[in-house]
């Protein structure tokens, strides 16, 4: 539900549609003096800045009630400062300064998708490589469907690579994700992802700072990386290159001082030159695990546990003495109380009652007082 005065929902689309997304300066002024105020302003003739004319002309060419109520028609809600489903994570970006020419707070967001933004709260940021390899992809789909299980949505960026496994592995345990795009939300990039984005619109959320219908570009990408981050407790990297974009996520992430955190790969690789960058230079927390992550994003004692299962069978939870007499039960041709116990280093009674104690495990065998591992055992070991 929209909550924000509607002079001023208009005046930021009609900025929204003028201003390049994440521009620092248009974003400082319209949280200074409002965005009617700095539309009234841009509006007025005589000005000697430099383009001051050309960001008038635009400026009145910009019509933000049809623009919004085309969007409505595609089902694209505009949500903003002030508005119920604001999430306040990216007021932040007021004071986290300036990356690549980009920053400030958005003047608002382009959103398709039933998920509120401003149930984000708990979020983490899976990023990393297009260029990924099958141990980014598995390692950033397990991190994904763990945080999933968890209740923790996944914000990334609908990239081939990490991003796609990121959101492929939170929706395949039916946990919510949502992808910030670098272009309109009713376009599709890359095209290859229509039927994700298609089924995160409908399921989950497709979310731009760009307005519909406009396309992706080189800056968009660096001011999209700001809202990834800030709509996050924390942003994970798995696998990055020297000079891959998620590393430009993770520096807004420090900025912004959420948790920033690392996957380690192989020495070897070149994907992974990034993330052990981050991790070597102390700008980024090693990570194995969404429980490690969960461990450095969630308050105190409301972490979720998504791993360590209790011991699965009877050899888990066996002791140190029936360890020892077990490993030295033969696994084929049966052996005697005493041939047990001398491998075991153990005294014979009490070989044989650890014995009896295996057996009723079933985890051994015994015929004619011979002793050997039983077929289940012998399947685990």
Same mark, same amino acid.
């Given at each position: 539900?929209?909550t924000?005065?509607?002079?001023?929902?208009?005046?930021?689309i009609?900025?929204?549609?003028?201003?390049?997304?994440?521009?620092? !300066?248009?974003?400082?002024?319209?949280?200074?003096w409002?965005?009617?105020?700095?539309?009234?302003?841009?509006?007025?003739?005589?000005?000697?800045?430099?383009g001051?004319?050309d960001?008038?002309?635009?400026?009145?060419q910009?019509?933000?009630?049809? !623009?919004?109520?085309?969007?409505?028609?595609?089902?694209?809600?505009?949500?903003m400062p002030?508005? +119920?489903?604001?999430?306040?994570?990216l007021?932040?970006?007021?004071?986290?300064?300036v &990356?690549?020419?980009?920053?400030?707070?958005?003047?608002?967001?382009?959103?398709?998708?039933?998920?509120?933004?401003?149930e984000?709260?708990?979020?983490v940021a899976v990023?990393?490589?297009r260029?990924?390899?099958?141990?980014?992809?598995t390692?950033?789909?397990r991190i994904?469907?763990d945080?999933?299980?968890?209740?923790?949505p996944?914000?990334?960026?609908?990239?081939?690579?990490?991003?796609?496994?990121?959101?492929?592995?939170?929706l395949?345990?039916?946990?919510?994700?949502?992808?910030?795009?670098?272009?309109?939300?009713?376009r599709?990039?890359? +095209?290859?992802?229509?039927?994700?984005?298609?089924?995160?619109?409908?399921?989950?959320?497709?979310?731009?700072?760009?307005?519909?219908?406009?396309?992706?570009?080189?800056?968009?990408?660096?001011?999209?990386?700001?809202?990834i981050?800030?709509?996050?407790?924390? #942003?994970?990297?798995?696998?990055a290159?020297?000079?891959s974009?998620?590393l430009n #996520?993770?520096?807004?992430?420090? !900025?912004?001082?959420?948790?920033?955190?690392?996957?380690?790969g192989?020495v070897?690789?070149?994907?992974?030159?990034?993330?052990?960058?981050?991790i070597?230079?102390? +700008?980024?927390?090693?990570?194995?695990?969404?429980?490690?992550?969960?461990?450095?994003?969630?308050?105190?004692?409301r972490?979720?546990?998504?791993e360590?299962?209790?011991p699965?069978?009877?050899?888990d939870r066996?002791g140190?003495r029936q360890?020892?007499?077990?490993?030295?039960?033969?696994?084929?041709?049966?052996?005697g109380?005493?041939?047990?116990?001398r491998?075991a280093?153990?005294?014979v009674?009490?070989?044989?009652?650890?014995? #009896?104690?295996?057996?009723?495990l079933?985890?051994?065998?015994?015929?004619?007082?011979?002793?050997r &591992?039983s077929?289940?055992?012998?399947?685990r070991?």
């Amino acid at each position: 539900m929209s909550t924000a005065p509607e002079a001023d929902r208009l005046a930021r689309i009609a900025l929204n549609l003028m201003a390049e997304p994440g521009d620092p !300066q248009v974003c400082a002024l319209a949280q200074e003096w409002g965005a009617a105020e700095l539309r009234r302003r841009l509006l007025e003739p005589g000005s000697e800045e430099p383009g001051a004319l050309d960001v008038a002309t635009r400026l009145a060419q910009a019509d933000p009630a049809r !623009q919004l109520e085309r969007a409505a028609r595609h089902g694209i809600r505009f949500v903003m400062p002030g508005d +119920a489903e604001w999430p306040s994570g990216l007021d932040a970006l007021a004071h986290a300064g300036v &990356l690549s020419d980009r920053g400030g707070v958005p003047l608002g967001l382009w959103v398709r998708g039933p998920i509120r933004l401003d149930e984000l709260t708990s979020a983490v940021a899976v990023v990393g490589a297009r260029s990924a390899t099958g141990y980014g992809s598995t390692t950033a789909a397990r991190i994904a469907a763990d945080l999933g299980r968890a209740g923790v949505p996944v914000v990334s960026g609908a990239a081939f690579g990490i991003d796609e496994a990121a959101h492929r592995g939170a929706l395949s345990v039916g946990g919510a994700t949502v992808a910030v795009l670098a272009c309109g939300v009713d376009r599709v990039y890359p +095209a290859a992802h229509r039927d994700l984005l298609e089924h995160l619109a409908a399921h989950g959320a497709v979310i731009s700072e760009a307005p519909p219908g406009w396309a992706p570009m080189r800056v968009r990408f660096l001011a999209r990386n700001r809202i990834i981050a800030a709509l996050a407790r924390g #942003t994970v990297v798995v696998e990055a290159a020297s000079r891959s974009g998620a590393l430009n #996520t993770a520096r807004w992430s420090s !900025q912004l001082n959420r948790e920033t955190m690392a996957v380690p790969g192989s020495v070897t690789s070149a994907t992974s030159e990034g993330c052990h960058r981050l991790i070597r230079d102390g +700008a980024a927390t090693l990570v194995t695990t969404a429980a490690e992550v969960l461990e450095l994003t969630e308050p105190m004692g409301r972490v979720h546990p998504v791993e360590e299962p209790n011991p699965s069978g009877p050899r888990d939870r066996l002791g140190t003495r029936q360890r020892q007499v077990l490993d030295a039960v033969p696994a084929v041709q049966p052996a005697g109380t005493e041939s047990i116990a001398r491998t075991a280093g153990i005294g014979v009674r009490e070989v044989h009652d650890v014995l #009896t104690q295996l057996l009723a495990l079933g985890l051994v065998e015994c015929a004619d007082a011979r002793w050997r &591992l039983s077929h289940r055992a012998r399947a685990r070991h």
